[in-house]
């Protein structure tokens, strides 16, 4: 059971690994997360380290990214000089985090680089390359305004701090009374009829209709 147990781990850190590095981060950082998530306990750098084969340094280095975007937690022992870590389970903070963390500094960047081309352009209106200003400014407009709306939607996203995404981890107290009362709407519903709805005489359907 061990042996499975471990390869199931093993398969989840590589997996998420290769899906960091998918989008352009480095790989340790989803080996990482996924080790952590699949540990009741938490671990330290040494640890990890052994664990994912790789060295001191490399976890060190990402374990810092990772606390810093939220998607692991660092805390102390009593008489244990160690760093120990823990994993963020609310998968909508760690996506909040990474979009926070890296995403909003590139957006802002691209935002930037648009406004002021644009400015650049202006100063181009009475020059001889004014025809060809003309179609730069009319393209990186319609591009600033893309990109104007999706910077509203990407910070509306971010501002939904109160939506949880691993709701299957944090039960509702009150699951075990409302399935009650599904279920007794349910056998309300399939309580003994007096007629067949399909084959009464007020209302018959063909077999063959219902093929």
Same mark, same amino acid.
């Given at each position: @059971? ?127 390359? +004014? ?11 319609? @591009?600033?305004?893309?990109? +104007? ?30 399935? +009650? ?31």
């Amino acid at each position: @059971m061990a042996t499975e147990l471990t390869k199931v781990r093993e398969n989840l850190s590589q997996s998420l690994g290769q899906l960091a590095e998918f989008a352009g981060f480095n790989r340790s950082l989803g080996q990482i997360y996924g080790l952590l998530y699949l540990n009741s306990k938490a671990l330290s750098l040494g640890e990890i380290a052994e664990e994912l084969g790789v060295s001191k340094g490399n976890v060190s280095l990402n374990t810092r990214v990772m606390e810093r975007w939220g998607l692991i937690k660092l805390f102390n022992r009593a008489a244990d000089r160690r760093d120990y870590y823990e994993v963020e389970i609310d998968f909508w903070k760690v996506i909040q985090g990474i979009l926070q963390g890296r995403e909003r500094k590139k957006l802002d960047d691209i935002g930037s680089l648009l406004t002021k081309s644009l400015k650049d352009l202006e100063k181009l209106k009475s020059s001889n390359e +004014e025809k060809d200003a003309k179609f730069y400014h009319e393209r990186l407009q319609h @591009m600033l305004e893309f990109y +104007e709306l999706f910077d509203q939607l990407f910070s509306a996203l971010l501002a939904m701090d109160d939506f949880q995404a691993n709701s299957s981890l944090q039960p509702d107290p009150d699951r075990e009374k409302k399935q +009650e009362l599904i279920d007794e709407e349910g056998a309300n519903l399939h309580q003994q009829r007096d007629y067949d709805p399909f084959y009464s005489d007020a209302f018959y359907i063909p077999v063959a209709a219902l093929n």
